[in-house]
Structure formats: C-alpha cells, structure tokens
C-alpha cells in the first residue's frame, strides 16, 4: 500500500488544522474511503496502546499501523478500500482547541468527509467503521449529512452523550469518563510534552505547549459532567441531534455485555434512525475482540462492499427483511463463562424482523414481601428500609422459570420510595435508584457475561435519580417499555419526608434464555454493586451526604405496587 503520513486537512473557521494519515492500494485510482476521527492519536501503534489486546486479534488484523478500535489498513486496502485516520481537532498532530464529543467535534469530522470525497486518490463514496468512540461519532457526523456519506457500521457506538454515557438516569458516570479522559485522551492533547515520553507517539509538529497552555486549550470532561447536570444547559444542549436526520445505510451493532456503555445507544440508534436501510446486530465479548475476528470482518466487508462498491453479495441493497432480517438476535444459553472467545462461540444468533419483537410480552412480577417476584400482587405490605449511598447490602428479589423462558427487550422496573427524617428534623431530599437484573442457572450459580474490559458482568443494570423521574409521555420518543425524560433544570422535583413516590426505572436493553429451574434476581440498591467495574457512580459532589444521606424506604406489596416488568418472548 502507499502510506501518506501527517496530510493536511484545513478548517473553515482557519482557528486550527486536522492531520490525518492516508492508506490507499497501491495501484492508481479512486477507491471508495473509509474514514476515522477520533482522541487516541492516529500514529500510537496499537502494539502499545493495549499490548495485551492486541496479542489477542487474528495476524490478519495486525500490522505497525494497526491502532486502537479502528480498520486495519493493511487489511482494508488489499480489498480496495482507502483508508484516512484523523487526529481530531487538539488532539496528537492536529491542533486546535481541544472539545471532544461537542458540536465542534461534529462539524469538523463533517468537514473531513466532504474533504476526503473531493480528493483525486477517492471514489466519492465515504464509509465510516470503527468501535466505541469512533462508533458514537458516527450517528452524531451521520445527521449532518455530509455529501459523499454513503453508509456507517457503528460498533458498540453510543448516541446519547447524556442518557448513554455520562449521567445513567441523571447520575453522573464519573469513574469512566475520569479514567478515560485522564489516560486515553489528555495525554494525547496537542502539544503534550509526555506523549513521547509515555510512548504515547510522537511530539507534535510544531512544538510544545506549557501546562497552563495545555488547559486553556481544552474543555475538561470531568468538569463539565460534574457540574452539568441538565440537558437543558448549554453544555449538554448543544451535543444533541436528531437520529432522525441519519439517510444513510446503518449497521448497528450491539454488543449485550456493554451493560454500562454504548448498548443502550446502539439500540436506540437503530429505532431513530430516519433511513429506511437500517440493520440491528447483537453480539458479545469483550468490546476490542469481536471487531476483528474474521466473521465479523466479512459482515463489515459485505456492507461495505454493497453500499461503497455496488458488490453486493447478501442482499443489503434489496433492504431489511428482504434477503437480511432487520435484526439479529442472540440466543444467550447456558453458563458458558465469561472473556472467551470459546464462551461467546457457544452463542447462536437468528434473524428476527423488528426490535423490540413483535411476539414480546411484557409481564409483570410484583415484589413480594418475602423477597420474591410473582406474576399476582400481594396484599401484604412491607417496607424495607436502605441506607443511601450505597450504605446498605442490596435487596434481592428472585424468581424460579419451571420452563425454558427466553428474555429479550427492554425491561424496567416501578418502585415505590420515600425519605425518613433524620434524627436532627433533616431529610434526604434526592434518591439514587440502583437496578441490577441476575441471571442464575439451575445449579445456582450466576451467569457471568463479557463486560466491556473482560470483566464478569450480570445480566443487565439500570439506574434512576428521583429529582429527575419526569416522563414526557407526549415526546414521539417515549415508549411504555422506554419511558422518555427530558432531564431539564426546570423539572426538578425534590423529594419531601414521609410521602411515597413512584420511581420507574429504565433498564438497559438484553437477551438471554433461562433453563428450567433457572432464576432471575432483580436486585434493588442505594449504590453500585456488582458489575460495574470502571463505570461507578460515586462522585462526592455528584451524591453528597446533605442531598442524599439518610434512610430510603422501598415499599413493595398492597397499594404500593412495586414491579419488574419482563420481556418475555
């Protein structure tokens, strides 16, 4: 291949200059491109980015210009493809003011685009591929329009900045976005005097910049997430879009084990979008794994080949449910274990017509005092009261399947809380709602998925804060079984002592089958608990003892009907 490094990419506003490395085949013409944008520095070799991962992907997949969650260019072009890796504005090569996520960040991948369709060495044609950051910024560029966009394959790429990544049911994420903005990207700013030293790549062309210059050029995500909290604050206003204006082909692809990052988005991506070839895949496995491995290379390739290069091989071009089902689901059996590409192998997935499954039934299991579920509300009534915080041990409330129940779609719960006095005449006036779903098999042991790092996760996690708990069921995106909220500053509703309020949960969206004999745990809690791994919610500011502490009281049973509701296939 011919390997063009550091190419120039003007800016329109002239306020900085994108660089971006270029791999095309090596014989002359114009070959449609797939194009990348993204924080993590187009020359750190993924070799050492995650030593570790990348012994794990196929030889094909691996090259020295293999990088973190993006195409491998070696591979791409030997298929016809070029292939342009951008260091977005601020970051590695590229400099500027650094805004990653924002509106800003949007609009110059835009600009790439259109850059990269008018070049003599490209066909016209843009195809955008890439995981988890370089999916997410997919749907938000795809919405722009930009001419020469011809199709996307999102992979494990969230598109709610807010719902899906940094406030899970209005409650800051802080642990991911401080890990992953303290070593992933800052390091990579412009202009960074470490990178080198970190082997985080090279020093930037033009020199570097002092400590206080380095943060005058950006806009730090841990601030930001802490200190707003509302979507109708500038901050978060302006990374809103509309799904809805997305025209081109989408791929997106899920995977059911990234409980706490991007699943949710990939879901809701597919049933926003305005184009009418769009296509929803289930998977599992670590989040760096699947990507790479050579089924799922040949899925990229055949959409591709069909929406870039008019190879059509499946059907794409014919639409959902012609020749590809509209969806692909996976069958979750048994207890395979977790972080095995052996594990995920025993998975099978089919092809369904529609998501959520127009065969779902959504049942009801009511809590019961004596700490399980059943489809008939009690008259009993009981209370349980929970230290907030995280301060007490879980509730647990499980219920046994006498045949082999397939779970597949939204669940949510419905809880009824309230907020005791403290001993000083002071109350609690905010609640945290922590949901976690748990999968044990007959021999009772839990069922461990693929978390997003490797790690041993549950089934599924929800989260609610109770200031927030408005559903807007007017807006055209509320669903019974995806309740909308608007999260607006001026919705707040804080809560007063003694009185009872009913909390409806979103639950992430799953998939799995329960053995006779097997269980479902709906565990109900004031914190984080098992499963969360890097994604915790425990910022100090964010959950305070004065908003927070104290005791919340769950009432299950009589006229407060507490409830799981399952989607039962």
Not at 198 to 226: K, M, S, W, Y
Not at 393 to 400: G, K, N, Y
Request: charged letters at 25%; proline letters at 7%; hydrophobic letters at 35%.
């Amino acid at each position: 291949m011919i390997f063009d490094k550091n190419i120039d990419i003007p800016l329109r506003d002239g306020l900085g200059l994108l660089r971006g490395n270029l791999y095309r085949p090596i014989a002359p013409g114009r070959y449609p491109v797939l194009v990348t944008y993204g924080p993590y520095g187009k020359d750190l070799p993924y070799s050492d980015f995650n030593a570790h991962s990348f012994g794990e992907i196929p030889e094909e997949q691996k090259s020295k210009y293999s990088a973190w969650e993006v195409p491998e260019p070696t591979y791409w072009t030997r298929h016809g493809y070029a292939v342009l890796r951008v260091d977005e504005r601020g970051i590695g090569s590229s400099f500027g003011f650094l805004d990653t996520m924002s509106d800003q960040t949007s609009s110059d991948f835009a600009e790439v685009i259109e850059w990269a369709a008018d070049q003599p060495w490209s066909s016209g044609k843009i195809g955008l591929l890439g995981i988890s950051y370089y999916g997410g910024s997919q749907w938000r560029v795809a919405a722009r329009k930009p001419k020469g966009l011809a199709c996307i394959i999102p992979w494990e790429g969230m598109t709610d900045y807010y719902r899906d990544r940094v406030r899970h049911g209005g409650i800051y994420s802080n642990k991911f976005v401080s890990f992953w903005w303290n070593n992933q990207v800052r390091p990579m700013q412009y202009g960074n005097p470490e990178k080198q030293s970190r082997q985080f790549g090279p020093d930037c062309a033009e020199g570097a910049r002092t400590a206080d210059q380095l943060v005058e050029r950006r806009r730090d995500q841990t601030i930001d997430n802490r200190d707003h909290r509302y979507l109708d604050e500038q901050y978060h206003d302006s990374r809103v879009y509309q799904l809805s204006d997305i025209e081109v082909p989408v791929l997106s692809v899920a995977n059911l084990g990234g409980i706490m990052l991007h699943l949710r988005g990939n879901v809701v991506g597919y049933l926003e979008a305005g184009t009418p070839n769009k296509w929803l895949y289930f998977i599992s496995g670590r989040h760096d794994l699947p990507f790479y491995l050579p089924h799922y290379v040949e899925l990229q390739k055949s959409f591709l080949d069909a929406w870039l290069q008019d190879k059509d091989n499946r059907g794409w071009k014919l639409g959902p449910n012609v020749k590809v089902p509209a969806v692909s689901v996976l069958e979750r059996r048994g207890n395979p274990g977790h972080n095995s590409n052996e594990a995920e192998a025993t998975y099978t997935s089919r092809g369904e017509a529609e998501w959520p499954l127009a065969r779902t039934r959504y049942t009801k299991f009511h809590l019961q005092p004596d700490l399980t579920l059943s489809e008939t509300s009690s008259t009993e009534s009981k209370t349980f009261p929970l230290e907030a915080l995280g301060k007490s041990e879980p509730l647990q409330f499980e219920v046994t399947f006498d045949k082999e129940t397939e779970i597949a779609g939204h669940p949510l719960m419905s809880l009824a809380y309230s907020v005791e006095r403290r001993e000083d005449g002071t109350h609690p006036k905010d609640i945290d709602v922590f949901v976690t779903l748990r999968h044990i098999d007959p021999q009772g042991q839990e069922v461990f998925y693929t978390g997003t790092a490797g790690d041993p996760v549950p089934l599924c996690k929800g989260w609610l804060r109770a200031s927030v708990r408005k559903i807007n069921e007017q807006s055209p995106r509320h669903r019974d079984w995806l309740p909308h909220r608007d999260y607006l500053s001026t919705e707040v509703d804080y809560l007063k002592p003694d009185v009872v309020y009913v909390l409806v949960v979103e639950i992430w969206p799953t998939a799995c089958i329960v053995a006779p004999g097997g269980k479902i745990i709906a565990e109900v809690a004031t914190g984080d608990t098992q499963g969360g791994g890097i994604f915790l919610h425990n910022d100090p500011v964010d959950r305070n003892e004065q908003d927070f502490g104290g005791v919340n009281v769950l009432h299950v049973g009589d006229r407060y009907n507490s409830y799981l509701v399952l989607p039962l296939v």
